[in-house]
């Protein structure tokens, strides 16, 4: 396939599926609940923020078991996440909440979180890197792919109106990085889009450039239309 033809394929996919009807069993539905909520005066941008860094932390693996796991941790808060985070007192023990992430590793999102807060009025001022070491406690690494802090910007930078959020304005929607999971990065080898084999952010970074050929002023568009093609493939 030619890259015309890879670029058309691409801008074809992401037409049909940046649709909200494809996205109602996903996780984006915790932090796009309190964005509703936050539009009749009845939550913060800080809710938000919370449903959103917790619900891309557990974003890994079947979406159902996703959304039962995020919707555990929302249980857990009482469905009002700032709140929650600002009182201190967070579940904190060694069962597993999703997959291998724990309720002790919860509480520690959380309790950076309530430091975060502390000093700073929105998430948005983070870099990439200073949310991995800051919110997720991870140790500071300029290769990491970093899949879920990138997806957790594209919920709340792009604003088209129909799938994201569109609530962080001071980020172009042109600066964000595709968040690289092992279905995009398969697809996009596929298609030729890149030949790096190692799933970090150099090879994020060569997809993204890619995409921009495609989505000029929106490159992450293109996450809705590799999302689809590996759906289509079976990937």
Request: hydrophobic share 40%; proline share 4%.
């Given at each position: 396939?030619?890259?015309?033809?890879?670029?058309?394929?691409?801008?074809?996919y992401?037409?049909?599926?940046?649709?909200?009807?494809?996205?109602?069993?996903?996780?984006?539905?915790?932090?796009?609940?309190?964005?509703?909520?936050m539009?009749?005066?009845?939550?913060?941008?800080?809710?938000?923020?919370?449903?959103?860094?917790?619900?891309?932390?557990?974003?890994?693996?079947?979406?159902?078991?996703?959304?039962?796991?995020?919707?555990r941790?929302?249980?857990?808060?009482?469905?009002?996440?700032?709140?929650?985070?600002?009182?201190?007192?967070?579940?904190?023990?060694?069962?597993?909440?999703?997959?291998?992430?724990k309720?002790?590793?919860?509480?520690?999102?959380?309790?950076?979180?309530?430091?975060?807060?502390e000093?700073?009025?929105?998430?948005?001022?983070?870099s990439?890197?200073?949310?991995?070491?800051?919110?997720?406690?991870?140790?500071?690494?300029?290769?990491?792919?970093?899949?879920?802090?990138?997806?957790?910007?594209?919920?709340?930078?792009?604003?088209?109106?129909?799938?994201?959020?569109?609530?962080?304005?001071?980020?172009?929607?042109?600066?964000?990085?595709?968040?690289?999971?092992?279905?995009?990065?398969?697809?996009a080898?596929?298609?030729?889009?890149?030949?790096?084999?190692?799933?970090?952010?150099?090879?994020?970074?060569?997809?993204?450039?890619?995409?921009?050929?495609?989505?000029?002023?929106?490159?992450?568009?293109?996450?809705?239309?590799?999302?689809?093609?590996?759906?289509?493939?079976?990937?």
């Open positions: 396939m030619s890259e015309t033809e890879v670029i058309r394929l691409l801008q074809d992401a037409a049909q599926y940046n649709d909200w009807k494809y996205f109602t069993g996903d996780p984006i539905i915790f932090p796009k609940h309190f964005a509703g909520l539009a009749e005066g009845k939550a913060t941008l800080r809710d938000v923020e919370v449903a959103a860094a917790v619900a891309a932390h557990l974003a890994w693996g079947r979406r159902d078991m996703i959304v039962r796991d995020c919707r941790a929302m249980d857990e808060m009482g469905w009002q996440p700032y709140e929650y985070v600002k009182a201190g007192h967070y579940r904190n023990d060694d069962t597993s909440l999703h997959r291998t992430v309720w002790s590793e919860f509480a520690g999102i959380c309790r950076r979180i309530k430091e975060f807060y000093d700073e009025d929105s998430m948005e001022v983070l990439p890197g200073e949310m991995r070491v800051r919110i997720y406690g991870q140790k500071d690494d300029p290769s990491a792919a970093n899949k879920k802090i990138h997806m957790l910007r594209r919920w709340m930078v792009r604003n088209d109106g129909k799938v994201d959020l569109g609530l962080w304005k001071s980020i172009s929607p042109r600066n964000l990085i595709i968040p690289l999971d092992v279905h995009v990065h398969r697809t080898v596929n298609l030729g889009i890149t030949a790096r084999r190692s799933a970090d952010i150099r090879t994020a970074g060569e997809i993204t450039s890619f995409l921009l050929k495609a989505f000029p002023d929106d490159p992450v568009l293109g996450d809705f239309a590799l999302f689809a093609v590996a759906a289509s493939a079976g990937c």
